[in-house]
């Protein structure tokens, strides 16, 4: 199925339109908005929000059982569990390139200051890296956007004895 054809299972003043496939479509169009935006519903790095690749792929995988099953767009499904590879892959770099700049950081004391700010860790260097590397794919950029803070936010908040959840220790 195209994924124009999306949009007319989503147009709710057709008369005909079946509750089901409006479900359906509604996930399909649910789950592109959070592979797009990094894995975060609220389309900027939050460390309470943001899901890890594995938690979209494992859902991605029962999605195309279930529309398999179904027949409800499964090639969508599809294409999308195809791009976990490649977010997976943005993700974990950017994961490692935030613990090369804490390495670098960490012997220039004005540069750590700068680093500990969230703000400027994801505008200065997360997205600026991103954006460099998959310079013509937006999900990727937000992936690997998403995999910087989240190491970012593991550093930050463990040094500070909080855990992701919030949850002082």
């Keep these: 199925m195209p994924s124009i ?19 359906a479509a509604l996930a399909v169009k649910h789950m592109r908005r959070l592979i797009a935006a990094g894995g975060n519903g609220a389309g900027h790095p939050d460390e309470e929000e943001a899901l890890f690749p594995h938690h979209i792929a494992a859902f991605l995988a029962r999605a195309v059982e279930t529309a398999h099953t179904t027949g409800r767009f499964e090639q969508e499904w599809r294409r999308l569990y195809q791009m976990i590879p490649q977010l997976q892959a943005a993700w974990e770099r950017d994961q490692g390139l935030f613990q090369e700049d804490l390495a670098r950081a960490t012997d220039n004391p004005e540069e750590m200051d700068y680093l500990a700010m969230s703000d400027v860790a994801e ?23 998403s995999g910087y803070m989240l190491a970012w936010w593991q550093f930050f908040l463990a040094e500070h004895n909080v855990s992701l959840d919030g949850e002082v220790g």
């Design 5 to 23: 054809d999306l949009e007319d299972y989503l147009d709710l003043r057709r008369a005909d339109l079946d509750p089901e496939w409006f479900a």
């Design 123 to 145: 505008t200065c260097y997360a997205t600026v890296d991103a954006r460099r590397t998959y310079p013509n794919n937006p999900a990727q950029q937000a992936w690997a956007t």
